[in-house]
């Protein structure tokens, strides 16, 4: 009998995903996701890989956070920088930051990574070149704090 195999954390990583265009579809996305709240983790990149899944006031919380965050650092009247791996059933999910967004297709030759990722499978580091803004950690933090959970930046 055949076995089926799992893609790997850095297959699913570099594997097809759908942009998330407009601000509606955001919101969209993450009803999804909070509607099925257990079992995520959510992962900075560049730190240390969470453990354990989220909880679910800490997802819920981030969803909230990422969103506004993106909205005002974006200043676009579209989103365009969020990516699932299936939009109605999403399972991985890549959030890039608006301050380093490069070319996330890789065309210029560089692959830029996310600045998030949220993720049904535990994610394994990745370790960005680019050094992480102050403003940025301290976001990160409060975002866990104001949720109460440990699964929050350390750096």
């Known amino acids: 009998?055949?076995?089926?195999?799992?893609?790997?954390?850095?297959?699913?990583?570099?594997?097809?995903?759908?942009?998330?265009?407009?601000?509606?579809?955001?919101?969209?996305?993450?009803?999804?996701?909070?509607?099925?709240?257990?079992?995520?983790?959510?992962?900075?990149?560049g730190d240390v890989p969470p453990a354990a899944p989220a909880e679910a006031s800490a997802l819920i919380a981030f969803t909230q956070e990422i969103t506004a965050l993106l909205k005002r650092?974006?200043?676009?009247d579209y989103c365009g920088i969020v990516y699932a791996d299936d939009k109605d059933d999403p399972t991985f999910i890549k959030i890039f930051d608006p301050h380093n967004l490069g070319s996330s297709c890789g065309s210029s030759?560089?692959?830029?990574?996310?600045g998030w990722l949220v993720t049904r499978m535990p994610p394994e580091r990745l370790d960005d070149p680019r050094p992480l803004p102050e403003s940025r950690k301290r976001w990160w933090r409060s975002v866990f704090a104001k949720a109460g959970s440990d699964a929050r930046r350390e750096s």
Do not use: C, N
């Not at 650092?73 to 676009?76: A, G, L, M, W």
């Not at 030759?109 to 996310?114: D, I, R």
């Open 109 to 114: 030759g560089v692959k830029t990574l996310p």
């Open 1 to 45: 009998m055949d076995s089926i195999r799992i893609p790997s954390f850095a297959e699913r990583l570099s594997g097809a995903f759908s942009g998330i265009v407009t601000w509606q579809q955001l919101d969209d996305l993450w009803a999804r996701v909070r509607a099925q709240a257990a079992g995520w983790y959510i992962y900075a990149v």
């Open 73 to 76: 650092d974006h200043k676009e």
